[in-house]
């Protein structure tokens, strides 16, 4: 079955990096957009970035363009996010999906998530 | 403030039917397919519907979606204590370039 495993998660001080890890398996990978979507303590949830099935398009929520990467490596069947110049308001659960649908994504397999803390 | 707009809280007796609205405008809910999730606490979100209406193999018929225009709509039949849960509406919205989600509907069974 699909099963999606992320990794990567932890506390890191204010304007430092973290590199996020999902491992997917149970499908062909390659075949599927993936995303990330964060949830703050007590918050609803709020979509990160997206990359399509090659890696070829990438999209980021405005709150986090220009300080995280999502990429791929498709022969891993994993996806990254990369994340830069953390603020206390990146505080979240981290979550990766796949994308199931084909005209509107809609996201239909999730990981665990795992929590990155931003604090002094 | 969420792109898509919901309420807050709905609640029900058990047995009862629920309705979550999910208003958003024409670069989202009024061009793009709406789908629907359930996060029980302390768990990921699921998916329930896609494409507006198509419910997810293995979701209970119970659970249906619709869409007007620029508003999506969740009904819930037969509310059972399990279905208390956060539900979220989401779509691409064609403006942002992004996804967008709902603010989250808390379902109470009373």
């Known amino acids: 079955q699909v099963q999606l495993v992320e990794s990567g998660g932890g506390v890191v001080q204010p304007g430092m990096s973290l590199g996020l890890s999902c491992a997917a398996s149970?499908?062909?990978?390659?075949?599927?957009?993936m995303t990330w979507v964060r949830q703050a303590p007590g918050k609803g949830l709020e979509w990160v970035s997206f990359?399509?099935?090659?890696?070829?398009?990438?999209y980021y929520a405005d709150s986090v363009k220009g300080r995280f990467t999502i990429s791929r490596d498709n022969s891993k069947n994993t996806v990254y996010l990369q994340m830069n110049s953390l603020r206390a308001e990146d505080t979240a659960v981290y979550y990766c999906?796949?994308?199931?649908?084909?005209?509107?994504?809609?996201?239909?397999?999730w990981g665990q998530g795992t929590l990155v803390t931003v604090s002094s | 403030q969420s792109v898509l707009t919901q309420p807050p809280s709905v609640s029900a007796a058990p047995g009862q039917k629920v309705t979550i609205s999910c208003s958003g405008s024409?670069?989202?809910?009024?061009?793009?397919?709406v789908s629907w999730y359930q996060q029980l606490p302390g768990t990921a979100p699921k998916l329930l519907i896609y494409?507006?209406?198509k419910r997810l193999s293995g979701i209970p018929d119970r659970f249906s979606g619709s869409k007007s225009g620029t508003s999506a709509t969740l009904d819930i039949t037969g509310l059972q204590t399990g279905d208390e849960a956060d539900y979220y509406c989401?779509?691409?919205?064609?403006?942002?370039?992004?996804?967008?989600f709902g603010g989250g509907t808390k379902v109470t069974v009373l």
């Open positions: 999906a796949r994308d199931y649908c084909s005209i509107t994504s809609c996201y239909d397999s």
């Open positions: 149970g499908f062909s990978f390659s075949y599927n957009g």
């Open positions: 990359i399509s099935y090659d890696g070829s398009n990438k």
């Open positions: 024409n670069s989202n809910v009024g061009n793009n397919y």
């Open positions: 494409d507006n209406n």
């Open positions: 989401g779509t691409w919205d064609s403006s942002l370039s992004a996804w967008v």
